[in-house]
């Protein structure tokens, strides 16, 4: 597995606690998606500089009282996960991560991992207000950058690896609007074939209805994205790793509804 080193982790401003977990400053989006996260700000801090923290209600909790709320729920935990988040340089010594999630543009990606001329997307693409994305290229509406290298897709393609923004060792990014899931119904309708009293049937397969599935994918991006930081997995390793922590909810998206 490849690395970089990215140095130069910014120190926290305005005396703000200690944390690995931002989002980009000024997003709302992002910071509503990570309040949904958590089921609400009682137990999370986010500065007015992006930096997401527990909360001292969090830590007034005893330790037993802790662990019982973090088991109930994942998106917390995830948070919690994400503000102490680590990686291991190309020496072996553990180090402090930190990984940024955004939905607005201006990426700020630092290049890409392989040799290349290529330069990064800046922005997402143009889209008009509730249009529906094309998803045979996901790209159009997601982002992950990481200092570990990209490897395969899930359909054995071989990717670059987009660098996260300086400063950063990974970073998600995922257009305002929003994901669907199309839940697929059958039924089964009764019918005469040949006349002859007989009665057969066809199945039919039809979309019943679309769920709004965002706060399940960006938990599951932002895993993912943890499992290639932490563990320096690759990203159909750390796919297969969040899919095994979380089941498939996040992981596949049906539509996805611009918001602009």
Known sequence: MSYIDLDGLEEAKNEEPKTGFYIKEGDEKAKSD??????????????????????????????????????????????????????????????????????????????????????????????????????????????GASITEYGLDLNDNQQKTILPKKGFQGQVALAKGTPYLAEQKQNRIPRSSDGSGRITHVDINYEEKLKDIRRDVVKHELREMLFRIEDGLSYRAAHDATVKLYGYKGSYVSKFRWEI
């Not at 037993?64 to 917390?76: I, M, P, R």
């Not at 072996?92 to 201006?106: F, R, S």
């Open 34 to 143: 990570i309040v949904g996260l958590a089921k609400g700000e009682k137990c999370i801090d986010i500065s007015e500089t992006g930096a997401v923290t527990m909360s001292r209600k969090f830590y007034k909790l005893s330790s037993k009282e802790q662990t019982k709320l973090l088991e109930e729920n994942d998106g917390l935990k995830l948070i919690y996960d994400l503000t102490s988040a680590t990686y291991t340089d190309e020496s072996g010594t553990v180090k402090d991560a930190k990984i940024l999630y955004q939905t607005e543009g201006d990426f700020q990606f630092n290049g890409y991992l392989e040799p290349t001329e290529e330069i990064p997307p800046k922005d997402w693409p143009i889209h008009s207000n509730g249009e529906f994305s094309d998803l045979d290229n996901v790209k159009q509406f997601y982002f």
